[in-house]
Nanobody, 124 residues
Framework: QVQLEESGGRLVQAGGSLRLSCAAS????????MSWFRQAPGKEREFVAG????????AYADSVKGRFTISRDNPQNAVYLQMNSLKPEDTALYYC?????????????????WGQGTQVTVSS
């Protein structure tokens, strides 16, 4: 399995921007589809964005389309989530997740590897 570590979360005002990073280690020679999920207090974990191994295919939740951009740097074993026009409802613990094989999945149980999460708080 691959080990994941997120960073970049912090307190930001509404309308601001953040860039989250996810560093992968371990079996990074394998091809992994990578995604970001988030979980707010009292809510279920939800899919935010995903990107295929090649970077040629991406997917986004409707709630973040046009505001968030996922990207990856395979030589650096890193995945990023650029978040713009942040809203208070984006406040959550953001997780990076990896799955082997092809295709982005929005289902959390499709991912075998998870990071510990990074907290994003958007104030109004």
């Amino acid at each position: 399995q691959v080990q994941l570590e997120e960073s970049g979360g912090r307190l930001v005002q509404a309308g601001g921007s953040l860039r989250l990073s996810c560093a992968a280690s371990g079996r990074t020679s394998s091809s992994y589809t990578m995604s970001w999920f988030r979980q707010a207090p009292g809510k279920e974990r939800e899919f935010v964005a995903g990107i295929s191994w090649s970077g040629g295919s991406t997917a986004y939740a409707d709630s973040v389309k046009g505001r968030f951009t996922i990207s990856r740097d395979n030589p650096q074993n890193a995945v990023y989530l650029q978040m713009n026009s942040l809203k208070p409802e984006d406040t959550a613990l953001y997780y990076c997740a990896a799955r082997g094989g092809a295709g982005v999945s929005s289902r959390a149980n499709a991912y075998a590897s998870w990071g510990q999460g990074t907290q994003v708080t958007v104030s109004s």
